[in-house]
């Protein structure tokens, strides 16, 4: 088992940064994929960014090029700095591990760009 808790969302004008960081519960060598979801208000789940066990990371289209996911061993974490925000990245965001044949989730955090 693993938990997840996120902070660092808030409220940013558009074309400002914030930094996410999820901390989980149990080393990070020991998970298979962490990643970073979102949720906008009637929209389903999508994924934003994920990063795995050697360092392979994905993003989905819309965030390539703005948005980093990484990872802090030490402190068994894993981050997203969000750059060049647009008001279409409002959502809940939420952080994932997929730990063997289970996915486990944070609580969400809000991020709200304003235009």
């Known amino acids: 088992q693993v938990e997840l808790v996120e902070s660092g969302g808030g409220l940013v004008q558009a074309g400002g940064s914030l930094r996410l960081s999820c901390a989980a519960s149990?080393?990070?060598?020991?998970?298979?994929?962490l990643g970073w979801y979102r949720q906008a208000p009637g929209k389903q789940r999508e994924l934003v960014a994920t990063?795995?066990?050697?360092?392979?990371?994905n993003y989905a289209d819309s965030v390539k090029g703005r948005f980093t996911i990484s990872t802090d061993n030490a402190k068994n974490t894993v981050n997203l700095q969000m750059n060049s925000l647009e008001p279409e990245d409002t959502a809940v965001y939420y952080c994932n591990a997929r730990l063997m044949a289970f996915n486990y989730w944070g609580q969400g955090t809000q991020v709200t760009v304003s235009s």
């Open positions: 990063i795995t066990a050697r360092g392979s990371t």
């Open positions: 149990r080393t990070i060598f020991s998970i298979n994929t």
